[in-house]
C-alpha cells in the first residue's frame, strides 16, 4: 500500500506543478484530487517486494569494501529512499541474476543491455546509461588485427558467460567465442595472449582493467559493434503496479536533475539519457 501511495504521490505532485504554471489552480486542483482519492481507494493491499539483483561491473556496480558501490548502484538506492523500498541489493554472478530474472517472481535486475530478445521476456525501465559495444585489443595488435579484412571474423572473441556483449559479437558475424564467468577473467585472459579481441561496454572497461592491475592505455579498440542502452529489469511475473512505481520515480529524478548529478559523478563525459521509457511485456 506504502509504495503505490507513494507513486501517486509522486504523479499528483508533478500534475501541480503543471497546474501552478497554467493557473486556474482551484478547480483543477479539486479535479486531481478527487481523482487521486479515488485510486488511492482502489490500491492493492499488499504490492510486491522485490528481490533485487546487480553484478560486478564497475563503474556500474561493484564491491568496495563491505558495501556496494557504482552508478546504478547509487540510482537504484536514491529510487528506494523515493518510493520507500527497504529491499537489500545483492551482488551475485550474472548467471545467477539473469537465471532468477526470467524464473522467478517479483526480480528486479540491474543493469540490463536492451535488445529485443529480452524485450519479449521481460520489462525493461529506463534508460539509466548508454553504452557502447567495443571490440579490444592489446596495444599494439589493432592494425594487425584490421588488416586480416574478413578474416577477422575467423579470430575468436572474449566475453563474459550470458553477455549481451557476446551476442553482439555473434550478430555481427565472428565464429568462434571464448567465455568466462567474468569481465575481469576475460580481460585477464586478453592480457595473457588466450585469445585476440574482447567484447565489452567502454563505460567499463577502464574500470575492469584497473582491477586486473592494467590501464585502457594498455589496450586498444578495434571496432565499434553496437550502441548498448543500459536498464532496470523486473521479472515477467512482477506486477505492473509494482514496475511503474519504480518507473515513475525514476521520471521524477531525471526531471528535478538527481538522476543527471549520479550519471555525471560515475560517466563523466558521458551524455546521461533523460527520456524514461518502459518496454517489454509490461511495455507502454
Given at each position: 500500500?506504502?509504495?503505490?501511495?507513494?507513486l501517486?504521490?509522486?504523479?499528483?505532485?508533478?500534475?501541480?506543478?503543471?497546474?501552478?504554471?497554467?493557473?486556474?489552480?482551484?478547480?483543477?486542483?479539486?479535479?486531481?484530487?478527487?481523482?487521486?482519492?479515488?485510486?488511492?481507494?482502489?490500491?492493492?493491499?499488499?504490492?510486491?517486494?522485490?528481490?533485487?539483483?546487480?553484478?560486478?561491473?564497475?563503474?556500474?556496480?561493484?564491491?568496495?569494501?563491505?558495501?556496494?558501490?557504482?552508478?546504478?548502484?547509487?540510482?537504484?538506492?536514491?529510487?528506494?529512499?523515493?518510493?520507500?523500498?527497504?529491499?537489500?541489493?545483492?551482488?551475485?554472478?550474472?548467471?545467477?541474476?539473469?537465471?532468477?530474472?526470467?524464473?522467478?517472481?517479483?526480480?528486479?535486475?540491474?543493469?540490463?543491455?536492451?535488445?529485443?530478445?529480452?524485450?519479449?521476456?521481460?520489462?525493461?525501465?529506463?534508460?539509466?546509461a548508454?553504452?557502447?559495444?567495443?571490440?579490444?585489443?592489446?596495444?599494439?595488435?589493432?592494425?594487425?588485427?584490421?588488416?586480416?579484412?574478413?578474416?577477422?571474423?575467423?579470430?575468436?572473441?572474449?566475453?563474459?558467460?550470458?553477455?549481451?556483449?557476446?551476442?553482439?559479437?555473434?550478430?555481427?558475424?565472428?565464429?568462434?567465442?571464448?567465455?568466462?564467468?567474468?569481465?575481469?577473467?576475460?580481460?585477464?585472459?586478453?592480457?595473457m595472449?588466450?585469445?585476440?579481441?574482447?567484447?565489452?561496454?567502454?563505460?567499463?572497461?577502464?574500470?575492469?582493467?584497473?582491477?586486473?592491475?592494467?590501464?585502457?592505455?594498455?589496450?586498444?579498440?578495434?571496432?565499434?559493434?553496437?550502441?548498448?542502452?543500459?536498464?532496470l529489469?523486473?521479472?515477467?511475473?512482477?506486477?505492473?503496479?509494482?514496475?511503474?512505481?519504480?518507473?515513475?520515480?525514476?521520471?521524477?529524478m531525471?526531471?528535478?536533475?538527481?538522476?543527471?548529478?549520479?550519471?555525471?559523478?560515475?560517466?563523466?563525459?558521458?551524455?546521461?539519457?533523460?527520456?524514461?521509457?518502459?518496454?517489454?511485456?509490461?511495455?507502454?
Amino acid at each position: 500500500m506504502a509504495q503505490s501511495f507513494r507513486l501517486l504521490t509522486l504523479q499528483l505532485r508533478s500534475v501541480l506543478q503543471h497546474t501552478a504554471r497554467w493557473g486556474r489552480q482551484q478547480g483543477l486542483l479539486a479535479f486531481v484530487l478527487a481523482l487521486w482519492a479515488a485510486q488511492v481507494m482502489a490500491l492493492p493491499a499488499n504490492p510486491a517486494e522485490l528481490t533485487i539483483y546487480t553484478e560486478d561491473w564497475p563503474p556500474i556496480s561493484f564491491k568496495s569494501g563491505d558495501k556496494l558501490d557504482g552508478m546504478a548502484v547509487e540510482l537504484v538506492q536514491a529510487l528506494q529512499k523515493r518510493i520507500g523500498s527497504n529491499a537489500a541489493i545483492q551482488l551475485v554472478p550474472w548467471n545467477r541474476g539473469y537465471k532468477a530474472l526470467l524464473e522467478d517472481p517479483n526480480v528486479l535486475l540491474f543493469t540490463v543491455g536492451r535488445s529485443e530478445e529480452r524485450e519479449k521476456i521481460m520489462t525493461l525501465v529506463g534508460p539509466l546509461a548508454i553504452s557502447r559495444t567495443v571490440l579490444y585489443t592489446r596495444k599494439g595488435n589493432a592494425a594487425r588485427l584490421l588488416g586480416l579484412g574478413d578474416d577477422l571474423y575467423q579470430v575468436a572473441v572474449g566475453a563474459y558467460r550470458g553477455s549481451i556483449f557476446a551476442d553482439a559479437a555473434m550478430k555481427k558475424g565472428f565464429q568462434t567465442l571464448d567465455l568466462a564467468a567474468t569481465p575481469q577473467v576475460v580481460a585477464k585472459m586478453l592480457m595473457m595472449g588466450r585469445f585476440d579481441l574482447w567484447a565489452d561496454g567502454n563505460v567499463v572497461v577502464p574500470s575492469v582493467l584497473k582491477d586486473i592491475g592494467y590501464t585502457i592505455q594498455d589496450v586498444e579498440r578495434v571496432m565499434v559493434l553496437d550502441s548498448l542502452e543500459l536498464y532496470l529489469a523486473f521479472s515477467p511475473k512482477t506486477p505492473l503496479s509494482t514496475i511503474k512505481i519504480w518507473e515513475e520515480g525514476l521520471r521524477q529524478m531525471k526531471k528535478d536533475g538527481s538522476f543527471q548529478k549520479i550519471h555525471q559523478k560515475w560517466l563523466p563525459g558521458e551524455t546521461p539519457p533523460i527520456e524514461t521509457l518502459r518496454l517489454g511485456l509490461t511495455g507502454n
